[in-house]
T-cell receptor, first 115, second 111 residues
Framework: DAGVIQSPRHEVTEMGQEVTLRCKPISGHDYLFWYRQTMMRGLELLIYFNNNVPIDDSGMPEDRFSAKMPNASFSTLKIQPSEPRDSAVYFC?????????????FGSGTQLSVL | TQLLEQSPQFLSIQEGENLTVYCNSSSVFSSLQWYRQEPGEGPVLLVTVVTGGEVKKLKRLTFQFGDARKDSSLHITAAQPGDTGLYLCAGSETSGSRLTFGEGTQLTVNP
């Protein structure tokens, strides 16, 4: 299995532009998570899905952030409009089940820079 | 306020030395995990501990879960440059709840 695949690896954009991050989870995994990692705040959970349905989006910072999972093999995280403080590494992860004992498989992340 | 406090934040040692990093909380966790993250990559799970007092060994790495299930430690014996990375602990307060990550300990092992 290729693991969790994220694209793009790097994104540089200007403030105000729309940014779309993409994720393909591991086949057969029923949970998908979007995390954001910064030096100041560490790894923060933004939103997670179970069987393509959003379960908890309380970590999404503002209405400028939205996430979708149209099918079991694809998810997007969109920021519109983007701001410099959104600069971070965004990770997608997938797992079978969620209960604290599950193994999270992370993608390699998207390094986002908003100028 | 971080639910999980990791210490130290940064640690730089020479190859062959031993080290211990800590993960502490005022909350009780049903389980706790340790991940290692290398530059440019996502975190990779090393171990999950679920029982208070549990000790798990993974080659030169020894993981311990506190008796009260509020803290954990990771001990590395004879560290090697390949051990360099960000070590993250993550806990689940109740079965079925999502994981909360600590801010991590950045370890550098110099040859």
């Amino acid at each position: 299995d290729a693991g969790v695949i994220q694209s793009p690896r790097h994104e540089v954009t200007e403030m105000g532009q729309e940014v779309t991050l993409r994720c393909k989870p591991i086949s057969g995994h029923d949970y998908l998570f979007w995390y954001r990692q910064t030096m100041m705040r560490g790894l923060e959970l933004l939103i997670y899905f179970n069987n393509n349905v959003p379960i908890d989006d309380s970590g999404m910072p503002e209405d400028r952030f939205s996430a979708k999972m149209p099918n079991a093999s694809f998810s997007t995280l969109k920021i519109q409009p983007s701001e410099p403080r959104d600069s971070a590494v965004y990770f997608c992860a997938s797992s079978i089940g969620t209960g604290g004992n599950e193994k999270l498989f992370f993608g390699s992340g998207t390094q986002l820079s908003v100028l | 306020t971080q639910l999980l406090e990791q210490s130290p934040q940064f640690l730089s040692i020479q190859e062959g030395e031993n080290l211990t990093v800590y993960c502490n909380s005022s909350s009780v966790f049903s389980s706790l995990q340790w991940y290692r993250q290398e530059p440019g990559e996502g975190p990779v799970l090393l171990v999950t501990v679920v029982t208070g007092g549990e000790v798990k060994k993974l080659k030169r790495l020894t993981f311990q879960f506190g008796d009260a299930r509020k803290d954990s430690s990771l001990h590395i014996t004879a560290a090697q440059p390949g051990d360099t990375g960000l070590y993250l602990c993550a806990g689940s307060e109740t079965s079925g709840s999502r994981l909360t990550f600590g801010e991590g300990t950045q370890l550098t092992v110099n040859p």
